[in-house]
């Protein structure tokens, strides 16, 4: 996988039909998704519970692409070694869900994946100043995780600066949470080349009708 800074569209399947996953996977790859990303809830680090890695793993033979896991859990450490065996590309924790994240991304990275390091809204950029050396993507959320379908935050102050921060590494800036061709322009232009999408990717399609699934990623990808 070669690093570029061109725009990404990544459907959250927490969006897709849960009793389908596997073809809502390949439906919105073949509609143009770039990567399929991945949420994995505990009801304990948020207010809500999703899936895990076994899910994940039963999932991957259905991704051509890029497999993105989210992971919204705390403690981390312990299920590293799972997702990484499920067959995720990238493996995301959040700076707030532990005190040793530097560590937990050495384990990702260990484990054999990409590390992605998360902020909620109320993290500052600041919180991964020292970690950008051990990180191969940064997500800013532009929701409070937990749910999809949330209205987007602005953090393009933050993106901008993020963007700074990382300079020439070969560092991705994801966007997650109330992605839609009307908030999407405003990340892209601020840096960000990941752009998560779960409502706004979904709706209106179905594995039976995926062209909406197309045109809803053509409508994002134009709009920026
Ligand atoms: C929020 C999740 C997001 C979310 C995106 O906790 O991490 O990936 O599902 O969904 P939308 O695009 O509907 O905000
Ligand atoms: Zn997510």
């Known amino acids: 996988m070669s690093f570029d800074r061109s725009i990404k569209i990544a459907p959250s399947i927490l969006a897709a039909d849960f009793a389908n996953f596997g073809a809502e996977c390949a439906a919105v790859e073949s509609q143009g998704a770039d990567w399929i990303h991945v949420d994995v809830m505990d009801g304990h680090f948020v207010p809500n519970i999703s899936f895990g890695a076994t899910t994940c793993k039963a999932i991957r033979p259905h991704i051509k692409g890029v ?7 705390a403690p981390i450490d312990p299920y590293i070694q799972d997702f990484a065996n499920a067959g995720a590309d990238f493996i995301t924790a959040h700076v707030e869900a532990g005190p040793h994240i530097h560590r937990t991304l050495q384990a990702i990275r260990g484990a054999g994946c990409k590390a992605g390091v998360a902020l909620n ?12 050396d051990i990180v191969d993507l940064v997500c800013v959320m532009t929701v409070n995780p937990g749910f999809g379908g949330q209205s987007f935050i602005d953090m393009t102050a933050k993106v901008r600066a993020l ?8 560092v991705h800036i994801e966007i997650d ?5 009307k908030t ?6 601020a840096g960000a080349d ?4 779960g409502s706004a990717v979904f709706r ?3 594995v039976n009708n995926p062209e909406p699934y ?11």
């Open 67 to 73: 497999m993105d896991v989210h992971l919204m859990i």
């Open 121 to 132: 809204p109320g993290t500052p950029a600041s919180a991964v100043e020292e970690l950008l």
């Open 163 to 170: 963007r700074d921060m990382i300079g020439d590494r070969p």
């Open 177 to 181: 949470g109330g992605v839609d061709p």
């Open 184 to 189: 999407a322009p405003l990340v892209a232009a």
């Open 194 to 197: 990941v752009l998560v999408a």
């Open 204 to 206: 209106g399609g179905s």
């Open 214 to 224: 197309g045109a809803n990623i053509r409508a994002i990808r134009e709009a920026i």
